[in-house]
């Protein structure tokens, strides 16, 4: 059974997101799971404003937990602009608040501003403090979207992989697996890129040199970075198995999973050995959030 470390639900319908669709429901999301094979979620609040036409509160995350306790791990999210917008703010009283209550880490992380920010770093500073892993949304502008910015070849994560070498980070989205190939360009960033993985991806570079650097696969984002190659996806896969987590980022009903099928025909192939399919599917989300 999978452990999915990236899902978003609601307690009830609530109004339409800009694409038309709702979250999906905390019994709408167990049913896709059941389907899936997926045993459990980690269930990621949405606070920030940028990315959220209805915000999905660490309270009402932690009251869909409380109703479905062996399906659901739940994540914590202050926005780094809270208590008092400056970078002197005090977020630890806050994180310790959400992890005595069942917490595992924080995010997703989706402010729209630089990702060196002192807002920012602050923010991770009593993260790391606090030993809780944190999950990033990264963006290729300001304005217009939401995550954190950063340019071409990741110089902002590079700079803060190193501040904070003691903080697990998990890497995401389209600004952030584009970069698993070296010939990414300012007009194929953030999108999904397709054709042959060439060697130079900040993505891999980082990785390599900075070990508390992660990979948070779910979405399309993550899917689309192995799928496009699968050559190199099992490499990949196998050079940095402890880790990869998977995920879905389902967000609404309709969504669908091409990172299941991929990672099960990829085992049934011979492509990657069991032991590398369970580590990523489900055991190094048993070692990092200590389950």
Known sequence: MLIDIHVHAAARIGPFRANGETYATAEQLIAMHDERGIARGVILPGGSPECSHCPLSMNECLAIVAAYPDRFIPFCNPDPRMLTNSPDANFTPLLEFYKARGCKGVGELCANIPFDDPLVWNLLRHCEACGMPATFHLSTAIGGTYGLYDELNLPRLKKTLAEFPHLVFLGHSQAFWSEISGDVTEETRGHYPKGPV???????????AHPNLCGDLSAHSGANALTRDPD????????????????????????????????KNGLAAGHIDRDVYEKIGRTNAERLLGL
Not at 198 to 208: A, H, N, Q, Y
Not at 238 to 249: P, S
């Open 198 to 208: 060439t060697e130079g991806g900040s993505v891999v570079e980082l990785m390599r």
């Open 232 to 263: 190199h996806a099992w490499r990949f896969l196998e050079e940095f198995q402890d880790r990869l987590f998977f995920g879905t980022d389902i967000c609404a009903p309709s969504n669908t999973t091409p990172l299941v099928d991929f990672l």
